[in-house]
């Protein structure tokens, strides 16, 4: 590991281990083994130092959303990405903690591109049919929701201990944003033949010429 890279785990470490959230520089470079002239050689000062811990979590999240390939399915591709950074933000609790802080001002790019991803995804899911909203609300609901439940996880564990929360407040999200598969022919065959039967036994609520045209189109439509 670099030394860099060990200043960024050990500040992010101490901070998140802080009761006040406060850390010094001087107990960083002394857990990190460094002496603080080299700190404000790579980083400049606290506050860069800070900026860089956040982008580092940032840059570690999006390493895996990069390399992943996306699947015919982008519904299930929109479910594992959920988990996924459920999974990353209970690995890396100490940078989850830094990059969602809201004492932290990071940089304006840190989060846009993992926002830029879900977009992409949910517009796939737009495209396939699957989606009620426009895909940039879409992805402030996913987002908003998926870092709230994570850090709610990691900073009250206490309260929220069951290891199903995230899939049950995934689950109660997308169905607000998706919605179900369009019917198939195969699925649309048996309920048309089914309706086409009953209309033979029902009382008469449509003209003749309308139930021939409604009994020509079911017929079409059944096996």
């Not at 960083?28 to 800070?50: E, S, T, W």
């Not at 909203?133 to 439940?149: I, L």
């Not at 944003?177 to 022919?185: K, N, V, Y």
Request: charged share 20%; glycine share 6%.
């Amino acid at each position: 590991m670099s030394t860099r890279a060990r200043i960024l785990e050990v500040t992010a470490e101490l901070l998140a281990n802080s009761p006040t959230g406060e850390v010094s520089t001087r107990a960083i470079c002394q857990a990190a083994g460094v002496g603080q002239p080299v700190l404000y050689r790579q980083f400049g000062d606290k506050g860069g130092l800070l900026a860089a811990v956040v982008d580092y979590g940032f840059e570690q999240y999006l390493e895996s959303k990069r390399a992943r390939v996306p699947s015919e399915d982008p519904v299930r591709d929109l479910r594992e990405g959920w988990d996924a950074h459920t999974s990353f933000a209970l690995a890396h609790k100490s940078f989850y903690r830094l990059m969602y802080s809201t004492s932290t001002t990071a940089s304006p790019t840190a989060g846009a591109e993992a926002f830029r991803l879900l977009v992409a995804t949910l517009e796939r899911c737009a495209a396939a049919g699957r989606l009620r909203v426009s895909p940039v609300v879409a992805a402030r609901m996913v987002m908003s929701a998926n870092v709230g439940v994570a850090l709610m996880m990691i900073t009250r564990p206490e309260q929220f201990d069951d290891p199903g929360l995230s899939h049950q407040v995934r689950d109660a999200v997308h169905a607000r944003i998706l919605s179900d598969p369009a019917p198939t022919p195969s699925a649309v065959a048996p309920v048309a033949a089914h309706l086409n039967a009953l209309l033979a036994d029902s009382p008469a609520a449509l003209s003749d010429a309308e139930t021939a045209l409604l009994r020509d189109w079911l017929t079409r439509l059944s096996p």
